[in-house]
């Protein structure tokens, strides 16, 4: 399978940018596009493009990860994790500026999730852990207290991850901005960032047989594969019509996804073994993929 790797480019700047194009396609059947961390697709104001075959893998971690040491109950009776993140993923978290942050503990603004270290899936139901309190210990081991929790449904030894903060994550695989009638079709993202399939505005889009898997490559330094396919929202839609099409996607490891805040509404969501994500978007639905392999 031929692969081209993308010069590395800022977060929010796109390898193939596209503006105003109708009928264009992009027949890019087993390649492989490794990118750094910015989008690889964006289309704007486009109609009726299609893009094709092609595989969007990461060449940085879109994650943090590290295993669960030890847990345990405060003196105030919330719950709290010691946390030693895997060689060669990121160190740095989204913070609350409206919170007092050292360099040593500080307000994480991102959620934490645990991924089961035996079935290698998030385990579904148990609910976001957000708003944590992080404390470098030093030793590569950070103490996380859950201020809302007072017990964690998590084993020692399970992964806790979270997304680094923007721009440290990966940029968008496919970016749709006021484009309609586009279709991604048979596109596989490896290692996506927050939003992997994203769209606003326009609408009428398709997405058909399209894949989130897990990067198949061990970060540089690193000894440790990835354990989950995208850093959140694998599939985003905000202020888009919907069509008749339904969209596809697929991911034969985690899928962590989220419902969008600015609309409010999510589509109907299955969920099969390793946290398949079979979504079937109507025409009476604006809002974005269901939760789906969610902690």
């Known amino acids: 399978m031929p692969s081209l790797i993308l010069p590395d480019l800022p977060n929010y700047h796109s390898s193939f940018e596209i503006i105003g194009r109708s009928h264009l396609s992009i027949l890019a059947d087993n390649v492989i596009l490794r990118v750094g961390k910015q989008r690889t697709f964006s289309l704007t104001n486009c109609a009726n493009a299609t893009i094709r075959g092609v595989t969007i893998r990461a060449r940085y971690p879109s994650c943090t990860q590290g295993r669960i040491l030890s847990k345990g109950t405060n003196a105030d009776g919330t719950a709290y994790a010691r946390w030693r993140i895997s060689d060669a993923y990121p160190t740095t978290f989204a ?75 990966q940029g968008f695989a496919v970016f749709l901005t006021n484009s309609t009638g586009c279709t991604l079709q048979s596109v596989t993202s490896q290692g996506g960032g927050f939003a992997t399939f994203y769209e606003v505005e326009g609408g009428r889009n398709h997405m058909l047989g399209c894949r989130i898997e897990c990067s198949p490559e061990v970060p540089h330094g690193g000894a440790e594969l990835p354990v989950v396919g995208c850093a959140a929202d694998g599939v985003h839609s905000r202020h888009a019509t919907t069509g008749s099409t339904s969209r596809t996607a697929s991911s034969p490891a985690c899928f962590w996804t989220t419902a969008s805040p600015s609309t409010g509404n999510s589509g109907p969501c299955s969920v099969s073994p390793k946290n398949t994500v079979i979504y079937d978007d109507g025409d009476n639905d604006p809002g974005t993929v269901a939760t789906a392999g969610r902690l």
């Open 95 to 169: 913070t609350d500026p409206t919170y007092a942050s050292t360099s040593t503990r500080f307000l994480s603004d991102s959620s934490f999730n645990a991924v089961n270290q035996t079935t290698g899936t998030i385990d579904l139901a148990t609910g976001d852990n957000c708003n944590s309190i992080v404390t470098n210990e030093g030793g590569g081991v950070w103490k996380i207290d859950f201020p809302s929790r007072t017990s964690l449904p998590c084993a020692v030894n399970d992964w806790l991850i979270t997304r680094p903060p923007y721009p440290d994550t």
